[in-house]
């Protein structure tokens, strides 16, 4: 095996997290190695204005700040490489040497591996959901939105995310309909609140979904309440989806040990998994916080781990 052809840091995932690990990765000379995945730049680029992110008092907008992310990552020398990984072969030796296939069947072989591959939003499940996908059906507001200017929408969910999107849709569409399972929203009290104050969201609580109807595109939506067991039909042409995500961690399983829910386990207080040299950060660990900063913190601290183990083998 040629010695030049292993790196020493490889990391997976561009979103926050990704990005963090590789600006301390490249600051502390271990020309780390992206692969940016599907999304590149991860769940920001399909939001609007980020106002929670510490440093930007007027706030900024997501994919503007993910780009400058990727600047100050390639400035200290991270090569980015765009493609997703399609498998892996861990080693599970310390000092061992980790593989990494990409989708053009590249193989990558790397010292150590920072895990970033964030997390990607749910669906319903429905027959009619899956058909209707791009013909009214959308899990991203600020993608899609500008499609339904002026028409009625529905989107479904009761935490930050459906929060925020209903807001972002009640500023193009004519009406938003608010489709929340429980008596009340999980949503923080902030968001529900500027929710409730909108007068172009109807947030019709207790109501699910059963089917979403349609000819070539979508032109209504039945929905229940699940307290009176009362059917309604609502004229819509858009059905955003907005009820949380998966972590992205399906090619790790049987590898990295992970929750039920395919969050990879961190040792307490650290990026380490159960293999040795391969670190997790970012939303692909933590179902608890799931933000930006923290991602980004995270980031640091599997940059920082992965830095240390190498430092062993000097
Ligand atoms: P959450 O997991 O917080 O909320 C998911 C929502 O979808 C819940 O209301 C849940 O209902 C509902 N839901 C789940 N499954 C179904 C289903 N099958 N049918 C109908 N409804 C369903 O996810 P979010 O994506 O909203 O937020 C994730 C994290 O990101 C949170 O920590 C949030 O605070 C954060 N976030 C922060 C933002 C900000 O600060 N600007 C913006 C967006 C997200 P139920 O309550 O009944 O379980």
Known sequence: MNKENIYNCLIIGSGPAGYTAAIYASRANLNPIMIEGLEPGGQLTTTTDVENFP???EGIMGPE??????KQ????????ISGMVKSVDFSKEKGGIHKIVSNNDTVYL?????????????????????????FGVSACAVCDGFFFKGEDVVIVGGGDSAAEEAIYLSK????VYLLVRKDKMRASKIMAKRVMENSKIETLFNHETIEILGNESVHSVKVLNNKTNKEITIKASGFFVAIGHKPNTDIFKGQINTDDVGYIITKPDSSLTNLPGVFASGDAQDSIYRQAVTAAGSGCMAALDAERYLSEFE
């Open 65 to 70: 700040m993910m780009l400058d992310l990727k």
């Open 55 to 57: 440093g930007y008092p």
């Open 110 to 134: 790397s010292k150590t591996v920072i895990i970033s591959t964030g997390a990607s939003a749910k669906y319903l499940g429905l027959e009619s959901e899956k058909k209707y996908m791009g």
């Open 172 to 175: 193009l569409c004519n009406k």
């Open 73 to 80: 990552a390639e400035r200290f020398g991270t090569k980015i």
